[in-house]
C-alpha cells in the first residue's frame, strides 16, 4: 500500500527545535523525491525542502535557509526534516509530499502525486 505519515508535530518556544517524520511505505527512496511543504493559516501551500532520489536537497523558502535541514533513512524509509531556531512564523501545518516515480525536485504542489495527513506545529511562548 502507497503511504505517507507524517509525526513529530507539537508545540515549541521561540528557538526550540523539533524532527519531524515523514515514513513512506510502497515507494523506493532512490526513486522518488520527497518533500516537505507547511501551510499557515490563510496563506498558500509553500514547498520548503526536497530531496532527491540521489539524495540532493533542494531549498524552497528563503526563510528557513540555515535553520531547516532535510534528511532521509532509507533503512527506516524515512525522511526527516529538523527544524532549529523555530520562529513564530514557522506555525504552520507541515505535509510530506512524495512524487514516487521521478526522482528529482521540485517546488510545485501539482508535481506531488502523494501526500500526508498533516502535523501541526505551534511556536508560541
Known amino acids: 500500500q502507497l503511504q505517507v505519515v507524517e509525526s513529530g508535530g507539537g508545540l515549541v518556544q521561540p528557538g526550540g527545535s523539533l524532527r519531524l517524520s515523514c515514513a513512506v511505505s510502497?515507494?523506493?527512496?532512490?526513486?522518488?523525491?520527497i518533500a516537505w511543504f507547511r501551510q499557515a493559516p490563510g496563506k498558500e501551500r509553500e514547498g520548503i525542502l526536497c530531496i532527491s532520489g540521489r539524495g540532493g536537497t533542494s531549498n524552497y523558502a528563503d526563510s528557513v535557509k540555515g535553520r531547516f535541514t532535510i534528511s532521509r533513512d532509507n533503512a527506516k524509509r524515512t525522511v526527516y526534516l529538523q527544524m532549529n531556531d523555530l520562529r513564530p512564523e514557522d506555525t504552520a501545518v507541515y505535509y510530506c509530499?512524495?512524487?514516487?516515480?521521478?526522482?528529482?525536485?521540485?517546488?510545485?504542489?501539482?508535481?506531488?502525486?502523494?501526500w500526508g495527513q498533516g502535523t501541526q506545529v505551534t511556536v508560541s511562548s
Open positions: 510502497g515507494f523506493i527512496l532512490d526513486n522518488s523525491a
Open positions: 509530499a512524495a512524487q514516487r516515480v521521478r526522482p528529482n525536485c521540485s517546488g510545485l504542489r501539482l508535481y506531488y502525486n502523494y
